[in-house]
């Protein structure tokens, strides 16, 4: 049996990657190089967290305040029983150890606020949202508003699945939905497919691989949505709204 060589695996593991039309070989640098914060490490962050890893990402930064419940298994699928009452940004830092031993994993089990956003997303190139809170939604649009660092926005609910990019400027998630503080659906009252979840999710991946290798045209500005029922997908370009709180004229948030 041959030993793990970290150094050939690495070499591997992106193989496929510089193979892809469009992508330099020194992008790769830029995705070894990179830090990705994931806020909320549920479903949508775990489907992400596993292809980021995968695909060869320097830094994954878990930021999650939750242990690990038994109702949790069904979506969040890098969690097994036997992780039940763990934080679960520790049990997703082991799977993603055991995925990709060669990517640093920061745990930061606190939950996202307007008050600490700032010194927990310090030094992060790309920001996924994986939380089922409207108010530390709210507060992270108007973080990506200000200060022009991507936030890719995602959400599943029933057979339905959505994600939405931010990078400063206009349009932002408030020009789509107004305020979220108090809009978020809870899936244990509407229920969720599991595989709505991790498709969503891994759209975040997709979007934040493809800003990091500079192809493709990315999702800031952009809404992708996916019945799952009914098997059907749109993109929609989403205009800026003027009168906007948060990017348009109106009186905005400073950080």
């Excluded at 193979?19 to 640098?29: E, H, Q």
């Excluded at 967290?49 to 930021?63: E, M, N, P, S, V």
């Amino acid at each position: 049996m041959t030993g793990f060589d970290p150094v050939i695996n690495d070499k591997e593991r992106v193989r496929r990657l510089v193979a892809l039309p469009g992508v330099k070989p020194d992008r790769i640098r830029v995705l070894r190089q990179a830090t990705v914060a994931i806020v909320g490490v549920g479903g949508l962050g775990q489907a992400s967290a596993q292809y980021l890893a995968a695909q060869g990402i320097g830094r994954i930064r878990l930021i999650d305040p939750d242990q690990v419940a038994l109702h949790n298994l069904s979506r969040q699928v890098l969690l097994t029983p036997a992780d039940e009452g763990r934080l679960k940004v520790e049990a997703v830092r082991d799977a993603l150890a055991r995925q990709a031993p060669t990517v640093t994993v920061d745990m930061l089990p606190v939950a996202l606020a307007a008050d600490n956003l700032v010194p927990l997303l310090d030094g992060v190139d790309l920001i996924l949202d994986g939380l089922d809170q409207g108010v530390p939604r709210d507060a992270l649009n108007r973080y990506a508003v200000e200060t022009g660092r991507p936030v890719l926005f995602a959400g599943a609910i029933g057979y339905e699945a959505q994600v939405f990019g931010v990078a400063g400027g206009q349009p932002c998630l408030a020009c789509l939905f107004g305020s979220v503080a108090e809009s978020v659906a809870d899936c244990a009252v509407s229920g969720v497919l599991g595989p709505v979840v991790a498709m969503a999710g891994l759209v975040q991946a997709q979007e934040a691989l493809k800003w990091l290798l500079g192809v493709g045209r990315p999702l800031f500005g952009r809404l992708w949505q996916w019945d799952g029922f009914s098997l059907t997908t749109r993109i929609l370009d989403i205009p800026p709204r003027p009168d906007c709180p948060v990017c348009g004229k109106g009186d905005r948030y400073g950080l």
